[in-house]
């Protein structure tokens, strides 16, 4: 059974930094693609970054140039290395990975961005 589990969420101030984990059971990361996504309160669920098992990364615009998504083979854990965070990054974080026509998602981190 595949299962996500999310960590490193927590406050921050505004330009500050957090690394997201996501460590999986019963999957092999490096065979599929996978992906972060974020919800904010009372906004739809966004993908934020996407990392293909081919070793290709997406990001929203929003994100572009402050995210890194990566992903370590060895733990079977995939990062998302946040920087200059800013207020409206404040979200809940999951990730997602898919699995023969199935997403699964972990419970998902708290992430906010305030002074």
């Known amino acids: 059974q595949v299962q996500l589990v999310e960590s490193g969420g927590g406050l921050v101030q505004p330009g500050g930094s957090l690394r997201l984990s996501c460590a999986a059971s019963?999957?092999?990361?490096?065979?599929?693609?996978m992906g972060w996504y974020r919800q904010a309160p009372g906004k739809q669920r966004e993908l934020v970054a996407a990392?293909?098992?081919?070793?290709?990364?997406n990001y929203v615009n929003s994100v572009k140039g402050r995210f890194t998504i990566s992903r370590d083979n060895a733990k079977n854990t995939v990062y998302l290395q946040m920087n200059s965070l800013k207020p409206e990054d404040t979200a809940v974080y999951y990730c997602?990975?898919?699995?023969?026509?199935?997403?699964?998602w972990g419970k998902g981190t708290l992430v906010t961005v305030s002074s």
């Open positions: 019963g999957v092999i990361f490096s065979f599929y693609s």
């Open positions: 997602t990975v898919g699995v023969r026509g199935t997403n699964y």
């Open positions: 990392l293909t098992s081919g070793g290709n990364t």
